[in-house]
């Protein structure tokens, strides 16, 4: 199973409050206190203090997932509050289950549930293995984005351009009723991702609805990975840099991407509905239109750390965020840090909304419980747990327009 991360700020299945995540976890070194950054499987820096034996990646996935790795249910905001629940508690019971010869998955998820952390989640090692793929921005399944509705029903949110599921005519809105025979109505999106997943050349089943008529479609899985980053210019010398979320690799392509754009232009840096993914790779992103100084700062358990941007970023051209209700956790920490930092002009509407800090631990059947130990605040000391990240300009459909419109008045085109 791959290494846990030591901790997690994720956002989770909305049916307990919310949907799915962002994990930090670090690799001991000077980088906390210098901006710099200890390479490690991607790891971030932070305090040794907080850090377990078993290191992992440092990352923040939002609530939408692919229906081959991780998935919940997409909102525009996220209800704050969240309790806690007791590390030792939780591994008791799942320890005391596995004893019984029963599913110590199960008792921890029972004991997170009546702890009223909202933010807690119990996966099992295939679960979590899907996540690490899906970190490195590649998977096994079907090419599709599951999400739960309001009625506790299951929703394909959008799928891959080119890979099965769009091929076999599947999209955006069709309810996902059953998989390989069996009802997903109810289920966590986790458990509906589980389903899906499989060996490539596999066939899978699903049975959909779609505008009240019944649809099923045998649909292969395949090896899909997706493009995180992507680059074009629009008129007026303005590069846009989409992120649709933090993956591996990432943020030195957003880097790459400052370097080689046009010289006296502007950015778009296009945040909207990026889910998030490692926050190693947010910070790096970040960095790119910062001069080092900080980007966050975290608690655990009331200890305070702090996350710094490295050295050497563009800070002279114009910059402009596009942000919405799809962006989450490692997004919200890039946009909250670039605000506050006077770096860009937020444009679009409220992000999100998911600031707590979780932490895992490997339970007794292999199984991982992360628990929220505590919470993440912008350089300002604004916490968008809840409430997300409000605009500075609001704007919807016309967003980009706007963006643009903003640009043109601090200098950049004709």
């Not at 680059?231 to 979320?245: D, H, L, N, Q, Y």
């Not at 400052?258 to 910070?283: C, K, Y």
């Not at 992360?370 to 919807?396: C, K, M």
Request: hydrophobic share 40%; aromatic share 4%.
């Amino acid at each position: 199973m791959p290494a846990l991360p030591a901790l997690c700020l994720r956002p989770r299945d909305l049916r307990r409050g919310a949907a799915l995540t962002l994990a930090f976890c670090a690799a001991v070194g000077a980088g906390a206190c210098t901006g710099s950054w200890v390479p490690g499987r991607g790891d971030g820096a932070a305090s040794s203090s907080v850090l377990s034996a078993r290191t992992g990646p440092l990352t923040g996935q939002g609530s939408r997932g692919t229906a081959s790795g991780r998935g919940g249910e997409g909102a525009s905001g996220a209800p704050a509050g969240a309790g806690t629940a007791d590390r030792d508690a939780v591994a008791r019971a799942a320890a005391e289950a596995a004893a019984e010869g029963k599913s110590g998955k199960e008792a921890a998820e029972d004991v997170v549930s009546r702890s009223g952390d909202r933010w807690g989640m119990v996966y099992d090692q295939s679960e979590y293995e899907a996540f690490s793929e899906e970190l490195d921005g590649r998977w096994t399944g079907v090419g599709l984005w599951a999400v739960r509705t309001r009625d506790d029903r299951i929703a394909i949110d959008r799928v891959q351009p080119g890979g099965p599921a769009d091929r076999a005519g599947l999209r955006a809105g069709d309810r996902l009723l059953r998989i390989d025979g069996q009802g997903v109505t109810g289920l966590r999106v986790a458990q509906v991702v589980a389903l899906l997943r499989g060996a490539a050349g596999t066939p899978v089943v699903l049975e959909l609805a779609r505008d009240g008529a019944g649809l099923t479609e045998t649909v292969r899985r395949e090896e899909l990975r997706t493009e995180p980053v992507s680059v074009r210019e629009i008129p007026g010398g303005i590069t846009v840099i989409k992120v649709a979320s933090f993956t591996r690799g990432s943020g030195e392509r957003v880097r790459a991407a400052v370097r080689a754009a046009p010289p006296g232009g502007g950015f778009m840096l296009d945040l909207r509905g990026n889910t998030g993914g490692l926050v190693t790779e947010a910070v790096t992103a970040a960095s790119a239109f910062l001069d080092g100084g900080l980007v966050a700062t975290y608690d655990v358990r009331g200890d305070q750390h702090a996350l710094y941007a490295a050295p050497g970023g563009d800070t002279a051209r114009p910059l402009v965020a596009l942000i919405d209700g799809g962006t989450m956790s490692a997004a919200e920490l890039v946009t909250g840090a670039l605000q506050d930092r006077g770096r860009a002009v937020a444009v679009g509407t409220r992000t999100f909304g998911k600031g707590s800090v979780q932490m895992p631990t490997e339970l007794a059947d292999g199984s991982v419980a992360e628990l929220t130990v505590g919470t993440y605040r912008t350089p300002g000391g604004r916490s968008p747990d809840g409430g997300g990240i409000a605009p500075d300009l609001t704007a919807a459909d016309g967003a980009e327009d706007r963006a643009r419109r903003v640009l043109s008045g601090l200098g950049v085109g004709p």
